[in-house]
């Protein structure tokens, strides 16, 4: 598992830049992304690498696993990421 400190870590020694400023430039990317997410045509594509896009989630019927009870669950937005080809291939 990768965590984010480990990210902001090998930019750094790739980059030649100070942990901070990648750590700034972590932050950026993700709050970028974000930002175009919440649009109403969110969707942002990064060539190789795969295609993030906001998506709704349609209301619909569950069960709770502790009392069986029938619950509704409401519709929502998500976020899909479909894999590149380059992606793809190195996996």
Known sequence: MTTKADLIEKMAADA???KV???EALESFVS????ALKK???KVTLVGFGTFQKSRRKAR???NPQTGETIRIKA???VKF???KKLKEAV
């Open 16 to 18: 030649g830049i100070t």
């Open 21 to 23: 400023a990648a750590g």
């Open 32 to 35: 970028s992304v974000t930002k």
């Open 40 to 42: 109403k045509d969110g």
């Open 61 to 63: 019927k569950g069960r």
């Open 76 to 78: 929502a937005n998500t």
């Open 82 to 84: 479909k894999p590149g």
